[in-house]
Structures are given as structure tokens and as C-alpha cells.
Nanobody
Framework: QVQLVESGGGLVQAGGSLRLSCTAS????????VAWFRQAPGKEREFVAA???????YYAVSVKGRFTMSRENAQNTVTLQMNSLKPEDTAVYYC?????????????????WGQGTQVTVSS
């Protein structure tokens, strides 16, 4: 089992920055791929960014160039640095872990999820 706890969400003005963190416990996740998803009210959960166990990163087109994902395996933590935030980035952001090697952007490939952290960007 892997337990995930997100932190760092909040309210920010458009153009501002936030840094989200996800800390894992229960099992070390250094061998696993980790992702961030987000879900806005009335919308489906969507892929934001992912980092492979090997360190390779992948981003949704909508956030590429603005968001940066990194991991610190020794601390069982991943972070999502979000810059140049837009009102359309408003959502609950979830950290997720997969023990498989499937497509990173597919929600159903992830077995473990955090409880989510709210990000609100005002215009």
C-alpha cells in the first residue's frame, strides 16, 4: 500500500505561482511512476504531468512550459512547480502512483491516489 498526501494548494492571482508537494508513505515509490491530475467542477479528471521512476518528465500541452515536476526519492516526495497560473488552472489537484508501466496520461492506470488539494486562480 502507498499513502499519498498532497499539500501546497491555495488561492493565487492570475500570473502567480504555487508549488504543490506530494509525500508518500507505506512503501517507497522510487521504482514507480508518479503523476499529477486535476479535476475542475463538472469536468473529468485530466492529466497534468508525470515523472517516470527513471526521472523522465511528461506534461499536458496546456501546462507545458509553465509547470515543472520533480522528485526527491530520498524524501519520498514529488513536487509540481506551477508558474504563470491562469484561471483555467483552477481545480483540485491529485497526486497518483502507478506500479505498472502503462500510459502515463490514463487515469485508470494509477492504483494509488491522494485526497487532493484545491488550487484556485483568480482573474
Amino acid at each position: 500500500q502507498v499513502q499519498l498526501v498532497e499539500s501546497g494548494g491555495g488561492l493565487v492571482q492570475a500570473g502567480g505561482s504555487l508549488r504543490l508537494s506530494c509525500t508518500a508513505s507505506g512503501r517507497t515509490f522510487s521504482n514507480y511512476d508518479v503523476a499529477w491530475f486535476r479535476q475542475a467542477p463538472g469536468k473529468e479528471r485530466e492529466f497534468v504531468a508525470a515523472i517516470r521512476w527513471s526521472g523522465g518528465t511528461y506534461y499536458a500541452v496546456s501546462v507545458k512550459g509553465r509547470f515543472t515536476m520533480s522528485r526527491e526519492n530520498a524524501q519520498n516526495t514529488v513536487t509540481l512547480q506551477m508558474n504563470s497560473l491562469k484561471p483555467e488552472d483552477t481545480a483540485v489537484y491529485y497526486c497518483a502512483v502507478t506500479t505498472g508501466r502503462g500510459a502515463l496520461s490514463v487515469v485508470y492506470n494509477y492504483e494509488y491516489w491522494g485526497q487532493g488539494t484545491q488550487v484556485t486562480v483568480s482573474s
